[in-house]
């Protein structure tokens, strides 16, 4: 019997429901499909994860905080029914209301753009992968609301075409419901495709689920990717575009229970970060270290940090320069060394000032000022300084600034790595003020403080050497002894990517000089 289907189809493949069997993923050849185009669903398919629950629960929490978390996880039970006894549209649009409702548009296009990426990167099914990314023309066809996926496909991906769930909105803000023809599943999915590519047939067709077929039926090869055996996600190296940047506060996947997990630590949390904040800000910085470890906060200490300068023999201090993972840097060095160090940095929030056990002093982003300035204080004592000029969550160092090495010889740099499990201590977007509870709002967070050799006075700007070339290989020095990678990408590069502007802070009246803005 001839077979009328443009795909392979088994004896077995006609069952009660009338439905095929489509071959899997590893049976589908990636050589030679540069002229091919594919077109693959998202969840289950391109992503080895089935449930879409974490990322609309990233975009709850990081637009509308913990009651909106709360009120989408209340509604989960309610979007499960629906999912599994009634329909999947029904249960998906329990969940984007649940989500969406209100929100500001332009607030959920910059989660999509900031925060969902590097949680969507570390789920990418490595068979998958293989096969789309072996095509010349790449199309996603997904249930999810097209606003949430479309910038993570279309630039870490490359995708050339997505093709989504819209969302309705009214006044810049999503009201909850979806315009026609609804979620997109089962016979949408497939009148979607028929609507974006013609009579042209998609070479390749990758789906997961019997919802899939009807769109994968109208290609003209199709395969299956099954939920086992389970795969490896595709390690990051072997992503076109590594993730450098991204932003939020929660530190991974949310599945229904760990939002609960979440919902019901903050309160606690949040209490315990006073405490080790006021520990932190109250005693003298010699027991701060032991105050920490009795408070959960985990401080380990690497290498040989040099002695306090000298001020009766005329030494000037030491210039210590940190990696940048937190504003919270420079108080775990002045732990490690159990005395505080002055800080200058470039934008703090007038509460982390306020909190802030060690001086911090603003640099104004004028090359003469700050240099006289960071020379006023070596004469002091020793000062710390995060030459990147903003932090960096991943395995990457920012561009260094060639200042600090022309102002003294004296430099010792200091690898900074920090844990946390719940919580980013960092942002972007949101209000830097909340920065220090974030970080100790987590169960357990660490520091690993790593001292590493003094700079030898051969290769400094001393010895005849450029800044540049001493700034560089500083930074260099530092990646290696943490295995990561140097870039040339500034504090701009990042703002621009994360927040849509350049990461300029506004100029705000004089502040006292003893005691002024940083970080």
């Avoid at 209340?74 to 009634?86: I, Q, R």
Wanted: net charge positive; hydrophobic share 45%.
């Amino acid at each position: 019997m001839v077979n009328p289907l443009p795909y392979p189809v088994s004896i077995s493949s006609m069952g009660k429901d009338h439905l095929p069997t489509f071959p899997t993923i590893d049976k589908c050849p990636s050589i030679g499909r540069e002229k091919h185009t594919v077109v693959a669903d998202m969840d289950g398919t391109l992503l080895r994860g089935r449930s879409s629950f974490p990322y609309f629960a990233l975009v709850a929490f990081e637009v509308g905080g913990i009651l909106r978390l709360l009120f989408l996880l209340l509604a989960s039970p309610l979007a499960g029914v629906l999912y599994y006894f009634v329909s999947e549209s029904a249960g998906i649009r329990v969940l984007v209301f649940a989500t969406f409702a209100g929100m500001k548009v332009a607030d959920i296009e910059s989660v999509a753009r900031a925060v969902l990426p590097k949680f969507y990167s570390t789920d990418l099914h490595s068979e998958t992968w293989r096969v789309f990314s072996s095509c010349g023309k790449r199309c996603v066809l997904t249930a999810n609301p097209r606003i949430m996926v479309e910038g993570f496909l279309k630039e870490f991906l490359g995708a050339d075409m997505v093709l989504g769930t819209e969302i309705a909105t009214y006044r810049g803000r999503a009201t909850g419901f979806v315009l026609n023809p609804g979620i997109l599943v089962g016979n949408n999915k497939a009148d979607a495709l028929k609507k974006a590519f013609g009579s042209d047939a998609p070479d390749i067709g990758l789906g997961d689920r019997k919802t899939d077929f009807p769109f994968m039926k109208l290609c003209k090869e199709s395969y299956v990717v099954p939920a086992k055996p389970e795969v490896e996600p595709v390690s990051h190296e072997k992503l076109p575009k590594p993730i450098v940047f991204h932003d939020g506060r929660l530190a991974s996947k949310l599945t229904p229970l760990m939002a609960l997990l979440t919902i019901l630590w903050i309160p606690v949390g949040f209490v315990l970060a006073c405490l080790r904040i006021a520990a932190g800000s109250l005693l003298p910085m010699p027991v701060v270290y032991y105050a920490f470890w009795a408070l959960g906060v985990r401080v380990y200490i690497k290498g040989t940090p040099p002695p306090p300068a000298k001020k009766s023999t005329g030494q000037t201090g030491v210039l210590f320069i940190c990696s940048h993972r937190t504003l919270l840097d420079p108080i775990f060095l002045s732990t490690a060394l159990g005395r505080p160090i002055p800080a200058v940095t470039y934008s703090l929030s007038r509460l982390s000032e306020i909190i802030s056990p060690i001086k911090t002093v603003r640099l104004t982003r004028d090359r003469v000022a700050d240099a006289n300035m960071i020379k006023k204080l070596l004469e002091q004592g020793d000062l710390v300084i995060c030459p990147e000029g903003t932090t960096c969550r991943e395995p990457f160092l920012l561009r260094f600034s060639a200042l600090f090495a022309e102002l003294t010889d004296e430099l010792v740099p200091v690898a900074m790595a920090n844990r946390m499990s719940m919580f980013h201590g960092t942002t972007a977007r949101g209000w830097k003020g909340m920065d220090p509870f974030y970080f100790f709002m987590n169960p357990s967070p660490a520091y690993e403080v790593t001292f590493l050799n003094k700079l030898p006075s051969e290769l400094t700007c001393g010895a005849g050497k450029s800044s540049h070339d001493v700034a560089n290989y500083i930074q260099r020095t530092i990646a290696a002894s943490l295995s990561y990678e140097c870039t040339t990408f500034t504090r701009k590069d990042k703002y621009r990517a994360l927040a849509g502007n350049d990461g300029t802070v506004a100029e705000k009246p004089a502040a006292n000089a003893k005691k002024i803005m940083g970080c």
